[in-house]
């Protein structure tokens, strides 16, 4: 696996674990705010499942989204990825399968 899959794939594993790891107060919004910019420099040779982690926290961390999309009022970047989400199981499952793509 060369260096980019790989920091990618740690990425992804650091976004559940951040899921799993923080409550849902407006206090940890800033932990995720920070978190999506780094995760959207990550450079991929293929498109990074943002609307899919962005459907997550929407579903998962409601308080913490509402922080976010309140800071998209004063940020782009924010409010282009507050503006787009799925089907939270199909999110899930998609991280999930882009994680295994990797791997290979």
Known sequence: MNNNKHHIEGMIENFFELLKEYSDTPENAEIFINYIRLFLRTKSGTPLPTVEMMSLIKKKKPEIFAVIRQR?????????????????????????????????
């Open 72 to 104: 998209g009022k004063s940020d782009l970047l924010l409010e282009f990825v507050t503006g787009i989400h799925m089907d939270t199981e199909n999110a899930e499952d998609r991280m999930r399968q882009y994680l295994s793509k990797i791997a290979i």
